[in-house]
């Protein structure tokens, strides 16, 4: 018996010995790195959105990594920092430099459409003129249609609801709400700016024909100091309503000035309840009412996965959670990447066309024609807290957010004039 079982323990010891061999080799493999370049501005007057959404960015990032990266734990993703400027010229600088390092991907968004457009081009010449080296663009923030119009691009995924969609939020909501009778569209002098401005004559003038325009102006971004000539002149026009496609410091110091003046007027808007800033302001202003379009907002009823995401952010951050779309944005990519299967760009922007998504706000889909992705989207007003519509206070003022209306990406969703070139 004994000499029976002297062969059997041997085999049985050289298998273990073998299994220990394996695991050990495969600890001491490197694990590989998947690097991520963020390009937005950290400097300048929209500093303070360029850092909330690098946090945001490297929150999630952290989150994936602590669970153990992509592809079955042997890639882990890594984020590196650059700053805009708010600058197309910088943004190449930075472009030419995280290709260097050798980043695959760019998160990037609140730099302003014009920026992000000349970024997005960049990376198609140099995907064509380097195979094999391609990098492919994210973009949170920057809402132009034509980015995923016209002016699509394979490489470029768009994370955010563009301005078509967020109008027809608006328009939706403006349609049942009579006392909006004059509007007066004052927006920033460049490509989103223009947009906005558009949209909102075309949508909300399909949603209420009887709705006077009766002024437009376009103003330099990031340089007025001071808003009240463009108050006076909205005041000289006797609109009750603005369409403002203004952000950070813009929105902030029109609203000082409108406020100043003891104008009480009605905002449209695309995003600027989610700007650090806003919500203070519109607490000091004490008049005016600034709706705005979003995926979320704080204080959103029956919103459980955004309310236990917002507390494990504000618990290692120390900050407030305000974008569940730029946490999604790196969440979006590490799920392509599982899905090819590979870290090869290619792969993964194929992997990326028409991924669903469950993510903390519902099911979100990239549809493969342009590039869109389809998340919900919900209108919502800065108001005092009545301890009704609004319940929770914001920024440490009395001011919180007032749910309007909610839509689905699907019922936002419009016909886009992209022709995808693929490779």
């Known amino acids: 018996m004994k000499s029976r079982q002297a062969p059997l323990a041997r085999i049985a010891l050289a298998s273990l010995l073998c ?47 602590a669970k153990g990266g992509v592809l079955g734990g042997t890639t882990k993703l890594q984020l590196l920092q650059f700053d805009s400027k708010l600058s197309a010229q910088e943004s190449q600088s930075a472009l030419q430099a995280a290709i260097d390092q050798g980043a695959k991907a760019i998160v990037t968004g609140g730099s302003g459409s014009s920026v992000v457009t000349a970024l997005v081009q960049s990376v198609a010449r140099w995907n064509q003129r380097n195979p094999g080296k391609e990098l492919i663009v994210l973009n949170h923030s920057s809402i132009d249609p034509e980015m995923t119009g016209k002016a699509c691009s394979f490489w470029h995924f768009q994370t955010e609801a563009n301005t078509a969609m967020k109008m027809k939020a608006l328009a939706n909501y403006i349609k049942k709400t009579p006392d909006v009778k004059k509007v007066y569209l004052l927006n920033q002098d460049y490509a989103h700016g223009k947009q906005w401005a558009s949209y909102g004559r075309q949508l909300v003038g399909l949603a209420r024909p009887d709705i006077q325009f009766v002024g437009e102006t376009l103003h330099p971004i990031g340089r007025v100091k001071d808003f009240a000539p463009y108050v006076a002149n909205i005041k000289q026009s006797g609109a009750d309503s603005v369409i403002t496609g203004n952000w950070g410091q813009d929105m902030t110091l029109l609203l000082k000035a409108a406020g100043d ?114 998340l919900p989207q919900v209108v919502n007003t800065i108001m005092p807290v009545d301890g009704k519509t609004v319940k929770v206070g914001w920024e440490g003022t009395n001011y919180g957010f007032r749910t309007d209306a909610v839509y689905t990406g699907n019922e936002l969703a419009q016909g886009t004039d992209c022709k995808m070139v693929r490779p």
Not at 43 to 63: D, K, R
Not at 323 to 334: E, F, K, Q
């Open 261 to 374: 003046a003891g104008y009480n007027l009605r905002y449209f808007n695309h995003s600027a309840g989610s700007v650090p800033g806003t919500v203070t302001a519109v607490s000091q202003a004490k008049l005016g009412q600034l709706t705005w379009v979003a995926e979320w907002h704080p204080g959103e009823a029956n919103t459980p996965k955004v309310d236990a995401l917002a507390k494990a952010y504000k618990a290692k951050t120390g900050k407030d959670f305000l974008a569940p779309r730029i946490d999604m944005t790196p969440r979006l990519l590490a799920a392509a990447i599982d899905k090819a299967g590979s870290a090869d760009t290619v792969k993964v922007a194929r992997a990326l066309e028409d991924l669903t998504f469950d993510s903390v706000v519902g099911p979100v889909r990239m549809r493969a024609e342009d590039h869109q992705l389809l």
């Open 19 to 65: 299994i220990a061999g394996a695991a050990h080799a495969q600890q001491q493999q490197p694990q590989q790195t998947y690097k991520i370049a963020y390009i937005d501005p950290l400097s300048g007057p929209f500093a303070n959105v360029g850092e909330l959404m690098l946090m945001h960015t490297q929150y999630a990032i952290e989150e994936i990594n």
